[in-house]
């Protein structure tokens, strides 16, 4: 607990925490005694999350912004300018599942956005302070989808291959310097917008709060981390044993009952 409040403390961000993962990303970096500022648009529900994590014995600050907006930047650097912030971890996402063509293109360009444009922006203002100091550590949330194209999920499927090369670039980049990016790519994952789309949970389906604590614990294992050993199991057929066609239509086949 102590070692990782020293590389990684005293203050974490994280954007797009409040709820779901975001949330448990919170309590777990809380759980080992790191204070949090916590980024999302609902000002009430961020609130009720820095409460909860509040008892578990450190401090937390909320900043209510949209990330597909480049004043979150600003903001955030105001809600921290008094402190260190040694961990950085970028959850949010905005997604629509639909065939791309069927939706109008500011609906792709907001996928850009969040998911894109968003982490870019996270990095890049967090990323220097820590390479001065010569610690500290970044967390990007891509997914499984973005090992492989996703029919009705085109443009949150390529953000999320984005994460994972923008990630492994950053790792390279940041490692001799101190600072650890991990990439984590979770499979289903049960959280309120996950549980809203799915009518039925996925094989080896995982809580936020594992998916959050294994990603903690992995984060000097970069420069990708797979959380949960069905989806290990799945990335390993996805990627070694079919083709790139042949993982597409796997992808097709397991997300077509998925529904906005
Ligand atoms: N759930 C899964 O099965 C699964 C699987 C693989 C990967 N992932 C990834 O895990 C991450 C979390 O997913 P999730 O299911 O918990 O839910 P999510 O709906 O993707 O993200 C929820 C969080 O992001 C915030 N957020 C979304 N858009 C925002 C914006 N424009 N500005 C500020 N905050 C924003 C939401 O808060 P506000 O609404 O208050 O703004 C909420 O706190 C995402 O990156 C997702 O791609 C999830």
């Not at 996270?122 to 090992?147: I, K, N, Q, T, Y």
Request: with cysteine.
């Amino acid at each position: 607990m102590k070692d990782f409040a020293a590389r990684y403390g005293p203050w974490a961000i994280v954007a797009g925490a409040s709820e779901g993962l975001g949330a448990a990303f919170a309590h777990a970096i809380a759980r080992r005694g790191v204070n949090v500022v916590l980024l999302a648009r609902r000002a009430g529900a961020l609130e009720d999350v820095a409460s909860e994590v509040k008892k578990l014995g450190v401090e937390a600050r909320t900043v209510a912004c949209d990330l597909a907006d480049a004043s979150f930047v600003s903001a955030m650097k105001d809600a921290t300018s008094d402190v260190e912030v040694g961990l950085g971890v970028y959850n949010a996402a905005y997604s629509f599942i639909a065939p791309l063509l069927e939706r109008p293109i500011e609906d792709a360009l907001r996928v850009v956005d969040v998911n894109v444009r968003g982490p870019l922006r996270f990095v890049h203002a967090l990323a220097p302070a820590m390479v001065e100091r010569g610690r500290g550590g970044v967390v990007l949330v891509s997914s499984l989808a973005g090992f492989q194209g996703n029919p009705r999920l085109a443009a949150y499927a390529a953000s999320k291959a984005f994460n994972v090369v923008l990630g492994e670039s950053l790792w390279a980049e940041l490692r001799p310097r101190g600072v650890d990016v991990l990439v984590t790519c979770p499979g289903a994952t049960r959280t309120p917008n996950y549980l809203k789309t799915t009518p039925k949970e996925a094989p080896g389906a995982l809580d936020a709060a594992e998916v959050a604590s294994r990603t903690r614990d992995a984060l000097r294992s970069g420069p990708t981390f797979v959380p949960g050993a069905v989806n290990k199991l799945a990335r390993f057929f996805l990627g070694r044993v079919l083709t790139r066609g042949g993982a597409v239509g796997v992808m097709e086949s397991n997300t077509k009952d998925l529904h906005d």
